[in-house]
Each structure stands twice: as C-alpha cells, then as structure tokens.
C-alpha cells in the first residue's frame, strides 16, 4: 500500500489516504471533471481506502453534488457522488460515493505524493470531450466512447500495479 498526501492550491486543505491502486491512468473527459477539475480537459482519479482518510481542513471543505442528464438534456437527477473541493481556492479534492463506501477518489491533481508513472492509460467518456480537446493516445491506450471494461481494482491487478 502507498500512503498518499495531498492539499488544495491555498494550503487550507489537507489530506492523507492509503491507495492499493496509486496509478493515475484515468483520463476522464466528461463535461463534470472537465469543468469542475480541469486540467488539460479532463481529470484523473485514483482510488484510495477510506478508513484510512485523514483530513485537515475540514471546515474549508464544500460539496458539489453533479446533476446528471441523458444526452438529449431529458431525464436529470443530482448524483450521489459528492466531489469535495476547497471552498476558499477551488482545488477539486477528492470524490466520494456512498454506494462504494469502501473507497474515495482523490484527483491526481490534489496529490502531493510522487505518483508511480502508468504503463498505460485509459481515456473515457471521449463522446463528451470538448472540441479543442486533442488527447495524446499512447501505442498501449484504451480508448471509450463511456465507460472502460475493467475496474480502478481490475485494472491495477490486471497490470501488476495492485499494492498490497
């Protein structure tokens, strides 16, 4: 396992999470990390153990809670997935979703730590990437139109990166 620090751009914000799966593979170009996280029209997340967050901070903590559409703008709900971020500076932090209360999902971009360079990456929900956007696909890159097969775990175990 690899402890992971992190904070936000302004200091208020501080954190440290253990990770089985450090590598930050996931290039996610859907129109909510697009514009909540941004970095080069996308974001990357990790997955961290959540009993092992700790957080300093908190009171500089808010939550955004994405509403989600089909692509025709029909059918929207407010998803459960809560992306923390620092309501002093912005810096997008961390999500959380409470149907995998197992885990937390730091943004790459959060982290401190020196993170392990993937042997691959995973570029998804490419339909929804910005027109300006121009991915740099590696020759070993997945590529999804949505969603990729394998899970953060899978993935990690998949390509011997999993840390016990």
Sequence with gaps: M??????????????????????????CYCTICRKTAGGGGYAITIMGVAASMKVEGRDAIR??????????GSNCKI????????????????MFHPEWPDFV?????????????PPALVHLMLRYKASWVVPQFGPNDERYERFPKLSI?????QHGVWLE
């Design 2 to 27: 690899m402890k992971l620090e992190g904070s936000c751009r302004c200091g208020a914000v501080r954190f440290s999470v253990d990770a089985h799966a450090p590598q930050p593979y996931q290039r």
């Design 79 to 94: 998803s459960t997935g809560q992306r923390h971020f620092c309501g002093k500076c912005a810096t997008a932090l961390w």
């Design 105 to 117: 999902y730091p943004f790459a971009s959060a982290i401190d730590t020196e993170l392990p360079t």
């Design 63 to 72: 939550v955004y809670h994405a509403e989600i559409c089909d692509d025709d």
């Design 153 to 157: 775990e899978d993935w990690h175990k």
